[in-house]
Nanobody, 113 residues
Framework: QVQLVESGGGLVQAGGSLRLSCAASGSIYSTMRWYRQAPGKQRELVATVTTGGSTNYADSVKGRFTISRDNKKNTVYLQMNSLKPEDTAVYYC?????????WGQGTQVTVSS
């Protein structure tokens, strides 16, 4: 099993930046994902990074968010620039392993207008 712990959320003004981190308790040689869930909305996939470093993004964040990983530190990052009020949500990291699907506890991002 693995534990995922997100950090880096907070309150920021529109146009600002935040960097989220997701630290795993063990090796995470698997595709990693960031999801987000706004109040009253379904959880949505924001960004994906494969073990080889290939990335994919939701259309709503393309050009503003960057996902990356540091396999030596067992950590995945989400750099968020040009933040908008509609980016306000709880952000979760996620991965699938042979032992199952794992989620972190989430970190709140609030963007004020």
């Amino acid at each position: 099993q693995v534990q995922l712990v997100e950090s880096g959320g907070g309150l920021v003004q529109a146009g600002g930046s935040l960097r989220l981190s997701c630290a795993a308790s063990g090796s995470i040689y698997s595709t990693m994902r960031w999801y987000r869930q706004a109040p009253g909305k379904q959880r949505e996939l924001v960004a994906t990074v494969t073990t080889g470093g290939s990335t994919n993004y939701a259309d709503s964040v393309k050009g503003r968010f960057t996902i990356s990983r540091d396999n030596k530190k067992n950590t995945v990052y989400l750099q968020m620039n040009s933040l908008k009020p509609e980016d306000t949500a709880v952000y979760y990291c996620n991965t699938y392993l042979l032992s199952g699907q794992y989620w972190g506890q989430g970190t709140q991002v609030t963007v004020s207008s």
